[in-house]
């Protein structure tokens, strides 16, 4: 026991009453993760994946995103009936939490959010 290991950082983000034109681009959800990875300074590891799916239930239909990234993946998705995005982003290397935050509260115009970060 004694001394904790860190393995890594998490921020869990949900954001309300997003633009809904920008979370239903898969252009500009490509961005984000781009704008993202170099803020952060996280290299991308292969393409970021953008499914438009869950059609079934109206509120989960929209795109999902999955970004890889070297010391880990950033994912996310996204309600186009409620507005609303559900991002994690989850590093081994430790991040600035309050500008992933930040960059993502304005990237998607979010009027509410809840942040929560998390060291595993």
Same mark, same amino acid.
């Given at each position: 026991?004694?001394?904790?290991?860190?393995?890594? =950082? /998490?921020?869990?983000?949900?954001? &309300?009453?997003?633009?809904? +034109?920008?979370? #239903?681009? /898969?252009? !500009?959800?490509? /961005?984000?993760?781009? +704008? %993202?990875?170099?803020? %952060?300074? =996280?290299?991308?590891?292969?393409?970021?994946?953008?499914?438009?799916?869950?059609?079934?239930?109206?509120? @989960?239909?929209?795109?999902? %995103?999955?970004? *890889?990234? +070297?010391?880990?993946?950033? @994912?996310?998705? *996204?309600? +186009?009936?409620?507005?609303? !995005?559900?991002?994690?982003? &989850?590093?081994?290397?430790?991040?600035? !939490?309050?500008? !992933?935050?930040? *960059?993502?509260? /304005?990237? *998607?115009?979010?009027? #509410?959010?809840?942040? #929560?970060?998390?060291? #595993?």
């Amino acid at each position: 026991m004694g001394k904790k290991i860190v393995y890594g =950082m /998490e921020v869990i983000l949900d954001l &309300f009453d997003c633009d809904p +034109e920008i979370i #239903r681009s /898969e252009k !500009a959800l490509k /961005e984000y993760v781009t +704008e %993202l990875c170099k803020i %952060l300074k =996280m290299v991308k590891y292969g393409k970021t994946l953008t499914p438009h799916f869950g059609h079934d239930a109206p509120h @989960t239909s929209g795109y999902s %995103l999955l970004q *890889f990234i +070297e010391t880990s993946s950033i @994912t996310g998705h *996204f309600s +186009e009936l409620w507005s609303s !995005a559900y991002l994690n982003i &989850f590093s081994c290397k430790m991040f600035d !939490a309050k500008s !992933a935050i930040k *960059f993502s509260v /304005e990237f *998607f115009k979010a009027k #509410r959010y809840k942040a #929560r970060k998390i060291i #595993r």
